[in-house]
């Protein structure tokens, strides 16, 4: 649980960092689009990239395949959905140009933490009962 809490305080601190310096824009959903629907966009997102990971995992694959795969699964998600949400997948990601950008991007938070949050969750419970039925 420390390191666990360790990692995710190095992410957001080095997002916040790297925003501040690059003076990165801050991740929010394509005009028109409303933010319950970037919401679920980013939740397809991750639950897709989480599913693709925690299946090589469980099938043993190299951590060369598994980091390859997420390159893909990342890039092709970024290319398709990145006009529309950013395609954060990574509430670390968004919170620090959030944080530098201010008011609009913070209100806009809940997009990216509880959609990519929504979509790991999923994925690991389709993990569990795909493990289940493998067991039975």
């Not at 398709?80 to 950013?86: D, M, Y």
């Not at 954060?88 to 933490?113: C, D, F, H, I, Q």
């Not at 994925?123 to 039925?133: F, P, S």
Request: net charge positive; charged share 10%; hydrophobic share 55%.
């Amino acid at each position: 649980a420390g390191a666990a809490a360790a990692y995710v305080t190095a992410q957001c601190v080095g997002a916040t960092a790297a925003a501040a310096v690059v003076r990165a824009g801050a991740t929010v959903p394509a005009e028109g689009m409303s933010s319950t629907h970037a919401c679920g966009v980013e939740a397809v997102l991750t639950f897709i990239l989480c599913a693709c990971v925690l299946r090589l995992r469980v099938l043993k694959s190299k951590r060369i395949d598994v980091a390859m795969v997420a390159g893909f699964v990342v890039a092709l998600e970024a290319f398709f959905a990145g006009p529309l949400t950013g395609a954060s997948m990574n509430p670390a990601r968004s919170l620090g140009p959030a944080l530098v950008a201010g008011k609009t991007a913070l209100e806009l938070m809940w997009v990216y933490v509880s959609g990519p949050v929504l979509g790991a969750v999923l994925a690991l419970c389709g993990q569990a009962v795909l493990l289940r039925k493998q067991s039975a």
